[in-house]
């Protein structure tokens, strides 16, 4: 049975939403990132923005070089996160068989609903619009792949300055021709490296990869020869899998300045610890693994794991032991650039009950109550005494 | 002092004394062992203040005299020997015990044998007498459940309850209960309870197996020290002051659910799933259906495993996860073909008897799926 994929993507979502809550933004080029003096790099551009060059993951002095009326406004990730929630429950009213696959992309199987792909394509980006009022492209096609691929494609041919509103369709059986005009790049699972290899055996496009012989590939690249081929053909059986599994949790930050004073450090793993608690609470999971990422002034990286006696899913569990890692692996006074606390061995929350001991169990109902006070009135309403800094512009992570 | 013994005795009596040397000590001297011919015997004794322990071991004595060496070189010493006479002589000058065995020559600086801290003698006439078989299972079933986090040191302890005809063993680590009672020959006169520490217990455990003669249990007035009197060894041991919590409120006293099952396919069971267990806080989840249980481990990294059981269920179906390393415990420990699980809901306590043996009761807690 020919399959009929959606593969969902808002456009330059975290602007959109920007520019819903502060309308003056609309029309004008700015970016949600990190201030320039704190090494902060563009999270997402708008559409007017891109026009100068500007696109996302670049420095943010880079930016302001390249457009010196880029307004930079800071990330309000509760908000994308809200924004977000509400466009998935947008497609489960349509099906189930959603992969969410980052906090703006979807795919969306719509294989057994009756309605041509492409009307129920153009219905969504409707909805979504008139519902939440945020723009978004849509690709259309037999496969995962070739529906992404479609999306770029689509949004790319669209004019500049404004969202793309795109829908791009490939009829099913039009895959391999409509994949090989595409560089090469395109297609995923081709990195910089293996293009530069493609390139010097003369193939720059998706379609010379198709005609190459699978043997000749394979003995070049292995197993992944034999998937370039396939995906070149617009070959892919990937199911859209709905419970996309999270093998682990984490959330590092990179300080403005190199930091060797011990109790700012702590500030930020305690900050850090209450985000990575959080996300795994709204995951209805726990992890009986705390690590932590260090990077000090050289580049260099370490980290460093510890196994809990229980599954946790609290921040103070998850704190106390990365403040215990880094007692016991960062020389004392060495400057660190980058922290970062993760969580794995990932399950549903299980604790251990007590034969007549309760304050695990209190423990859990003041965790729950903090989560209620900073859902109703944000982060900063309730912290720890060790978060709460002299100098009020710490505050931000 | 000279004498001689069999190295194999004395090999063997320094494994059972020599368990009582600390790993670490403050106190020189308790990193030694003591030597001392008595009655014709030589008597081999060590300590770390709060364990005791003394064996007897068959020896010719030539002449009388104690000294103290340091055990763990002895020990090792000794272990190292062909099975032959071992000759010992101290030169009560210079306190150098100078041993031979066979070609093996070698001395030992001692300390003066008036410097070891006194071990209590036992009063043959006090306390209680327990057949040693009774004992040791008493001592396999119970003290794997006392805790070893030292912030809770009663928790540490195993509570002994004398009363009437019997003495009653219970430990509980806060997550599960093991509980036994075990007869006594001689009737206890006053009921009273104390709280003997695990570690103690797990020598005696050691001691014990195999152990044909009967054991006598006394302890000091008032009540600050138990001694184990068998017939080649003394165990004595220090008593945890405190109150221990009152373990029988724990026991549920009705069941909705109750399966019996075959004790070593259920522990084959909680094995295997405890390969997958170990990733995820070592959870498994026991469910129970009509005439089966099967017992299972998801981690979401390793993998999978389930094993399914055909059991005699009464009552209705249940899932409920435990840590596997509880279960693995409390049926390693028993002997009985069979176990009874009794269960009420998820978040309640699980119990586990061992089918036709009413002396033994297991308490377990659950683990909780989630809080929301």
């Not at chain 1, 993507?9 to 990190?34: H, I, N, T, W, Y």
């Not at chain 2, 217990?201 to 302890?219: K, N, Q």
């Amino acid at each position: 049975m020919v399959r009929k994929i959606i593969h969902l993507d808002l456009d330059a979502f975290f602007c959109a939403v920007e520019a819903l809550r502060d309308p003056s933004l609309q029309g004008k080029p700015f970016a949600v990132g990190g201030r320039p003096e704190h090494r902060g790099v563009i999270a997402s551009c708008s559409y007017p923005a891109r026009v100068f060059g500007v696109h996302s993951a670049m420095p943010t002095a880079r930016a302001l070089q390249l457009c010196p009326e880029l307004i930079v406004v800071p990330g309000n990730h509760h908000e994308y996160s809200t924004y977000s929630h509400r466009v998935i429950a947008h497609l489960h009213n349509l099906t189930d068989l959603i992969e969410q696959i980052s906090i703006d992309e979807a795919f969306i199987d719509v294989s057994d609903l009756r309605a041509p792909a492409e009307s129920i394509a153009a219905e969504l980006q409707a909805t979504i619009m008139r519902e939440v009022r945020l723009p978004s492209s849509l690709g259309v096609a037999s496969n995962k792949l070739v529906a992404k691929i479609a999306n770029n494609v689509g949004k790319k041919s669209s004019r500049g300055g404004i969202p793309p509103m795109a829908i791009k369709v490939v009829q099913p059986g039009g895959e391999a021709a409509f994949l090989a005009p595409l560089p090469v790049d395109e297609l995923w699972g081709v990195g910089p490296k293996t293009a530069a290899e493609l390139q010097a055996l003369g193939i720059t496009t998706i379609g010379d990869l198709a005609r190459l012989p699978e043997a000749d590939l394979a003995a070049r690249f292995g197993k992944h020869g034999h998937d370039l081929v396939r995906r070149a053909r617009g070959i892919d059986d990937r199911p859209v899998t709905s419970d996309h599994e999270v093998k682990s949790i984490s959330n590092e930050t990179t300080f403005a300045q190199d930091i060797a004073d011990e109790a700012e450090l702590k500030r930020t793993l305690c900050r850090l610890a209450e985000s990575v608690g959080r996300r795994l609470r709204r995951a209805a999971l726990a992890g009986a693994t705390v690590r932590i990422k260090l990077r000090w002034s050289d580049f260099t990286t370490l980290t460093r794991q510890v196994t809990l006696p229980a599954l946790t899913d609290r921040d103070d569990d998850i704190y106390r032991a990365a403040q215990q890692l880094l007692d016991d692996h960062r020389p004392a006074g060495k400057p660190v650039r980058l922290i970062g606390v993760g969580v794995s061995s990932l399950a549903p929350p299980r604790e251990q009950l007590h034969l007549w001991d309760t304050t695990n169990q209190k423990r859990q109902r003041l965790q729950l109550a903090l989560d209620e006070v900073r859902d109703r009135f944000g982060r900063q309403a309730i912290q720890r005494a060790i978060e709460v800094s002299r100098d009020p512009s710490d505050q931000e992570l | 002092m000279r004498l001689s013994c069999l190295q194999e005795n004395l090999s063997k009596g320094l494994s059972i004394a020599g368990r009582a040397v600390p790993s670490r000590t403050t106190m020189p001297i308790l990193g030694n062992v003591l030597l001392a011919t008595d009655h014709g015997q030589l008597k081999l004794a060590a300590t770390n203040m709060e364990l005791s322990i003394v064996h007897w071991v068959g020896a010719r004595v030539e002449t009388e005299g104690e000294i103290t060496v340091p055990a763990r070189n002895f020990i090792d010493l000794m272990n190292s020997l062909p099975p032959d006479q071992v000759s010992l002589t101290l030169d009560e000058s210079t306190l150098t015990l100078s041993l031979t065995c066979g070609a093996v020559k070698a001395s030992f600086r001692g300390i003066g044998a008036e410097e070891f801290p006194l071990v209590p003698e036992p009063d043959s006439h006090a306390g209680f007498t327990v057949e040693a078989a009774a004992l040791n299972k008493g001592l396999t079933q119970v003290t794997f459940a006392a805790s070893t986090d030292e912030s809770h040191p009663v928790l540490t302890g195993v509570l002994a309850e004398f009363q009437g005809q019997s003495m009653t063993l219970a430990a509980a680590d806060g997550f599960r209960l093991s509980l036994r009672e075990i007869p006594l020959v001689d009737l206890v006169p006053a009921p009273f309870s104390v709280i003997v520490p695990a570690r103690a217990l797990a020598e005696l455990m050691r001691i014990t197996s195999g152990l044909v003669d009967p054991v006598r249990i006394s302890t000091t007035r008032p009540h600050n020290q138990i001694l184990f009197q068998m017939p080649d060894t003394v165990l004595n041991s220090q008593l945890i002051d405190g109150a221990y919590p009152d373990v029988r409120r724990i026991i549920p006293a009705t069941s909705k659910t109750r399966v019996v099952i075959g004790r070593e396919e259920i522990l084959q069971a909680c094995k295997r799933a405890a390969i997958f267990a170990r990733d995820v806080a070592n959870i498994v989840s026991l469910r129970i259906d009509a005439g089966e249980l099967t017992v299972a481990a998801d981690s979401s990294e390793s993998g999978q495993g389930s094993t399914r059981l055909v059991a005699s269920v009464e009552g209705g179906g249940l899932e409920i996860a435990f840590n596997v390393r509880f279960l693995i415990d409390v049926f390693s420990a028993l002997d009985t073909p069979q176990i009874a699980l009794e269960l009420n809901s998820p978040t309640n306590p699980g119990v586990i008897r061992a089918v036709g043996d009413d002396s033994f009761i297991h308490v377990v807690m659950p683990m909780h799926l989630g809080h929301r």
